[in-house]
């Protein structure tokens, strides 16, 4: 069965930078894009960006562009996110979803990950 | 942008609840609804407007087409009290609505 399994909770100081990984199995993972997701304390789902695996075409929401870097690892099926600069309003927890690319865009998120909780605090 | 309401809501088990999303503009049926509880990964529910996933109840209905939306479960489960999301999936970048808690009354 499809999988996605991420990287575990850390703790970070302020102005430091965190990679979150999401290992992908039970399908073809350059078939499908890998989005990346997180909600903070209090918050609603908030969408950060995706990455083609086929093509490492990547796009960000405007509010995480030049802080977010989305890459891939096709043979070993796992894609990461990096943040830069972080921040205490970045405490959240973080979350990789496959998109579904039935009907051309890519944007039915149709398995996720468990969510990996990154903690910003000095 | 999204706009999910309520809110949130209480409602008892065997209720028939609905929740709302109105999208800011046109988006055809590309409208997908989520459902959400604490400490869990999201679940996706309902594609395109109206195709539920499978595995998913029948209890729970998608409807709508163009920029009004609504998210139906016809007899409430205590397993179904979580947040629920829609999200336009019609172009980049893709946008949630801010989520709709549904509570036990």
């Known amino acids: 069965q499809v999988q996605l399994e991420q990287s575990g909770a850390e703790v970070k100081k302020p102005g430091a930078s965190v990679r979150v990984s999401c290992k992908a199995s039970?399908?073809?993972?350059?078939?499908?894009?890998i989005h990346w997701v997180r909600q903070a304390p209090g918050q609603g789902l908030e969408w950060m960006g995706f990455?083609?695996?086929?093509?490492?075409?990547?796009y960000f929401a405007q509010r995480f562009q030049g802080r977010v870097t989305l890459t891939r690892d096709t043979s070993i099926s796992t894609a990461y996110m990096d943040v830069i600069t972080l921040r205490s309003d970045d405490t959240a927890f973080y979350y990789c979803?496959?998109?579904?690319?039935?009907?051309?865009?890519?944007?039915?998120?149709?398995?996720w990950g468990q969510g990996s909780l990154i903690t910003v605090s000095s | 942008q999204m706009t999910q309401s309520p809110s949130s809501l209480s409602a008892f088990v065997g209720d028939r609840v609905t929740i709302t999303c109105r999208a800011s503009?046109?988006?055809?049926?590309?409208l997908n609804w989520y459902q959400h509880k604490p400490g869990k990964a999201p679940k996706l529910l309902i594609a395109a407007a109206s195709g539920l996933q499978s595995g998913v109840p029948s209890r729970f209905t998608g409807n709508g087409s163009g920029t009004d939306f609504t998210l139906t479960i016809s007899s409430l489960q205590p397993e179904d009290f979580a947040t629920y999301y829609c999200?336009?999936?019609?172009?980049?970048?893709?946008?949630f609505g801010q989520g709709t808690k549904v509570q036990i009354k």
């Open positions: 990455i083609n695996p086929n093509s490492s075409l990547t």
């Open positions: 503009r046109y988006i055809k049926i590309n």
């Open positions: 979803a496959r998109g579904d690319c039935t009907g051309g865009n890519c944007l039915k998120l149709d398995n």
């Open positions: 039970g399908y073809t993972f350059t078939g499908y894009y």
């Open positions: 999200q336009q999936s019609y172009g980049h970048p893709t946008t």
